[in-house]
C-alpha cells in the first residue's frame, strides 16, 4: 500500500506564492508517475500538473502555465508543486496523486491519492 502525504497549503494574497510537497511512502517500488489535482467546492477535480518517474517530462494545465513548476526528488519519494502569481480561482484543496502508466488529466488513471491540502487565495 502506499500512502501520499501533502503538506504546504495556506492562505495568500493574490499574486503571492505558495510550495506544495507531497511525500510518498510504502510499497513505492517500481516506476510510478505523480501528479497534482486541485478540487474547488462545487467543481469536479481538475487536472493541474503531473511529473514522470524520472522527472524528466512534465504535463500542465493550460491554466497554470507559466506560474506552476513541477518537480520530483527520486531518492526522497518527494514531489513539490511551485505555485508562483496566485489567483483567487486557483483557490481548492489541492491533491498529490500516484499513477503507474499515466501523467495526464484522468484522475480515474491514478491509483493513489492523498488527504489534500487547502489553498486559499484571497483578492
Known amino acids: 500500500q502506499v500512502q501520499l502525504t501533502e503538506s504546504g497549503g495556506g492562505l495568500v494574497q493574490a499574486g503571492g506564492s505558495l510550495r506544495l510537497s507531497c511525500a510518498a511512502s510504502?510499497?513505492?517500488?517500481?516506476?510510478?508517475?505523480m501528479a497534482w489535482f486541485r478540487q474547488a467546492p462545487g467543481l469536479e477535480r481538475e487536472f493541474v500538473a503531473a511529473v514522470t518517474w524520472t522527472g524528466a517530462s512534465t504535463n500542465y494545465a493550460d491554466s497554470v502555465k507559466g506560474r506552476f513548476t513541477i518537480s520530483r526528488d527520486y531518492a526522497k519519494d518527494t514531489m513539490s508543486l511551485q505555485m508562483n502569481n496566485l489567483k483567487p480561482e486557483d483557490t481548492a484543496v489541492y491533491y498529490c496523486?500516484?499513477?503507474?502508466?499515466?501523467?495526464?488529466?484522468?484522475?480515474?488513471?491514478?491509483?493513489?491519492w492523498g488527504q489534500g491540502t487547502q489553498v486559499t487565495v484571497s483578492s
Open positions: 496523486a500516484l499513477s503507474q502508466d499515466h501523467i495526464g488529466d484522468s484522475p480515474v488513471r491514478y491509483q493513489y
Open positions: 510504502g510499497h513505492t517500488f517500481g516506476v510510478y508517475h
